[in-house]
Every structure is written in C-alpha cells, then in structure tokens.
C-alpha cells in the first residue's frame, strides 16, 4: 500500500466529532485510506440527522486486517447503544471509549499504520483524576517518557513545557531536564518530520521575565538551560516575556514557542488560529493528532460546527 492509512477514535459519542466528520469526508479525498473506529449504530444515526450519508465497509476483526479499501470508509464496529442520538456526557461511554483506544493501539502496535488520531474526549468523565489529558493517558498506555504536546499551525506552532497541571504545581515542573528532554524531542520531531531545523523561542515563567521572590527560576533554571541548549547546537533563543513574543514581528521569527504552561502559549495560539490549528502529540511511537477542541457538548445537534481542525489533522497525516 503506497500510503499508510489513517486511524481514527471517534471518542465521545455525544460530542460534535460525527457532525465535523461527516462534513470533512464528504468534502474532501485523502490519499491515505481511513480506519474509523467508532459504533456503527452511532454513525448510522448521525448520518441520518444531519441528511450527509458516506459510504464505508466494515472490517471485521476476528481477524487481522488484511485488506483496506481505498476511497471508501472503513469501519471497525464497537457496540454501543443509547436511547437518543445526542445525550449528556457520562461515565455511561466509557467502557465504550475504553475498547476504541485498546483496538487502535493493537492495530498500531501491528504496524498495520504510525497515522492516528482520536476525536473529542471528555477529560472530567473519561479521565477523571487518573490522568491530565488524553496526551498523558496515551503516553501512559504506550509506555512512553519523554512526550511533547504540540499545537501545530504552519505559520507558527506553541508548545507547553507542562500541560495540564493545575498552576500551583507548575512551578515545580520547571526545571533544566524536563527543559532539555522538550526541546530535544521536538527538534527531532522537526527534523523528521519537515526536514528543517526548528527556530524555537522559550519564554519565561513570570510576568516580564521577573520576580521580587527569592528564587527567580527565569534567572537560575529557564537562561543558564538555553545557553547550554545553543552551545549544543539548538537553535533556541530567550527567555522572552509571553506578553510580547507574540507580537506579529516577533512571532514570524520563529517556527514554535515553547512556554512554561498550558494557556500561557495555547490562549494566543487560539486567538490567533482558532479552529485552524490542531494537537500534535510527539514521542509515542506513533503520530498522534487530534483536532484542537472539545466535544462542545452544547452545540450537538446544531449542524453548525466548525470542521476545519479535524480537516488539517488529517491532511497533517495525509503522506
């Protein structure tokens, strides 16, 4: 097969992925044939809702997969059934997004693909207290240490060097290794992926670069890091205070910011891209993307959600 096919976890069942998904296959074509794992019954039933039918052929498991049809869905069928097509987010999915990842995971395992990516997941119901973000929960599953979450736009890209944790925590997450093992492994990533070297700006921590504390970790940990970082022939600069770096003389400078948290460098990034961006998760041993938003659990039904995230991930993924 010349191209390696997408494989896709439709998540949350009562999410707006079907609706965002429907429109993007039926508007587009992909060189690469797509897997969608996801209930049969589910997308039958938003295929009638929204009056946006797609044809596709069931793959049946029993077996390993043998044959992927091009031009054509193909689907592996997990069961799950509900009264109404749109309900409140619960624990009721679960068990059903549970078997989604499993069946993808032992088919990237095979090394049937390297291409995934997983629709909306609620993190309050699905993972609770037991991981971050769906990044972690994978990483975890994959058994993989040194990750990367990458919000990626082709104009400018933003990382965050902690990623859900919650704020009074962050601080202690800065520190000169967990500095090193992100920039490396998304040099890699930049390397391997887009043939380039990455142009890579790291902001502070606090505001302007600046503490009254004691202990300024911009001055002691974040400065002497990116010195040893451009000795070892990163191509880094900073730490720039994130109130300006994203200024559009500044930003052109650079192909990605990695920040110190999550909404320092994802609240521009969104302002400035907003659906036109999506999540690139790096260091498992698969790519793995996702389109950046949530289920949007109050537009269900409405037909007027935005699709272009789920559009870029899978022309991110189309080669």
């Given at each position: ?33 797509i ?13 009638q ?13 029993s ?21 109404n097509i ?8 679960n ?8 069946i ?8 049937i ?5 997983n ?8 993972l ?5 973000g ?10 993989s ?9 082709k104009?400018?890209s ?16 800065i ?23 990455p142009k890579m ?5 606090n505001?302007?670069?600046e ?11 974040i ?18 205070p994130a109130?300006?770096l ?8 650079f192909?990605i ?21 999506i ?10 993307v996702?389109?950046?938003?949530g ?7 409405k ?6 995230s ?5 022309q991110?993924?189309d080669?």
């Open positions: 097969m010349k191209f390696k096919p997408i494989l896709i976890v439709a998540g949350e069942p009562n999410s707006i992925f079907f609706e965002i998904f429907l429109k993007t296959i039926k508007k587009n074509k992909f060189k690469s044939p897997i969608l794992i996801a209930s049969k019954r589910m997308l039958k039933k938003n295929m809702y929204f009056k946006n039918n797609i044809k596709f052929k069931e793959i049946d498991l077996k390993k997969i043998k044959k992927i049809y091009p031009g054509i869905l193909n689907l592996i069928n997990v069961e799950y059934n509900q009264k749109f309900e409140k987010i619960s624990k009721k999915s068990t059903y997004i549970n078997k989604s990842f499993k993808a995971l032992q088919i990237l395992n095979e090394g693909t390297n291409k995934f990516i629709g909306p997941i609620s993190k309050k119901t699905f609770n207290k037991n991981f971050y769906i990044t972690e929960y994978l990483a975890h599953k994959t058994n240490k040194n990750i990367a979450m990458i919000i990626y736009n104009s400018l933003v990382s965050p060097l902690t990623t859900h944790q919650p704020v009074k925590y962050i601080s202690k997450k520190t000169k290794s967990n500095i090193i093992n992100k920039v490396n492994i998304i040099d890699t990533f930049w390397r391997e992926h887009f043939k380039s070297k700006a790291l902001t502070g921590l505001p302007h670069c503490s009254t504390d004691n202990f300024n970790e911009d001055e002691k940990i400065k002497p890091t990116i010195k040893y970082l451009k000795k070892n022939n990163y191509n880094i600069l900073g730490p720039f109130d300006t994203f200024l559009k003389d500044n930003r052109k400078k192909d910011v990695i920040g110190m948290y999550h909404d320092q460098v994802l609240t521009p990034a969104k302002t400035l891209f907003e659906y036109d961006a999540n690139v998760t790096v260091g498992l041993p698969f790519i793995r996702s389109p950046d938003h289920p949007n659990e109050q537009m269900l039904g037909n007027k959600s935005n699709h272009l789920i559009l870029r991930s899978l991110f993924l080669f």
